[in-house]
């Protein structure tokens, strides 16, 4: 299973940008999707993720800012980022995997069995 995150980019605060992830190699159906984040020097962080069944998680610091979606037609994974703030800045990752519980964005971390290649987010003015 290969994955490719698109979209990223330099954004204004307050702006948004809507990452995509490419999902190659295998089917979206019955697995559990994640996006993550990093910043150097520090340890990546949950951003968001979704259960097979369209369950949502979020960080607390991008919830009613980010929205996490799917089309497992397209077998695509989707992150919407609105009112961007600077310390959203960082490379975004997804992930894809099969999560025996998926509790919350810990569970969903260490649940994630293929990582895609990261994407840019810059949030500055």
């Known amino acids: 299973v290969q994955l490719q995150a698109f979209g990223g980019g330099l954004v204004q605060p307050g702006g948004s940008l809507r990452l995509s992830c490419a999902v190659s190699?295998?089917?979206?159906?019955?697995?559990?999707v994640g996006w993550f984040r990093q910043v150097p020097g520090k340890e990546r962080e949950g951003v968001s993720c979704m259960s097979s069944n369209d369950k949502t998680f979020y960080a607390d610091s991008v919830k009613d800012r980010f929205i996490i979606s799917r089309d497992n037609a397209k077998n695509t994974v989707y992150l919407q980022m609105d009112n961007l703030k600077p310390e959203d800045t960082a490379v975004y990752y997804c992930?894809?995997?099969?999560?025996?519980?998926?509790?919350?964005?810990?569970?969903?971390?260490?649940?994630?069995?293929?990582w895609g290649i990261g994407t840019q987010v810059t949030v500055s003015s």
């Open positions: 992930a894809v995997g099969i999560v025996v519980a998926l509790l919350d964005m810990k569970t969903c971390y260490y649940g994630m069995d293929y």
């Open positions: 190699g295998g089917s979206l159906d019955s697995r559990d």
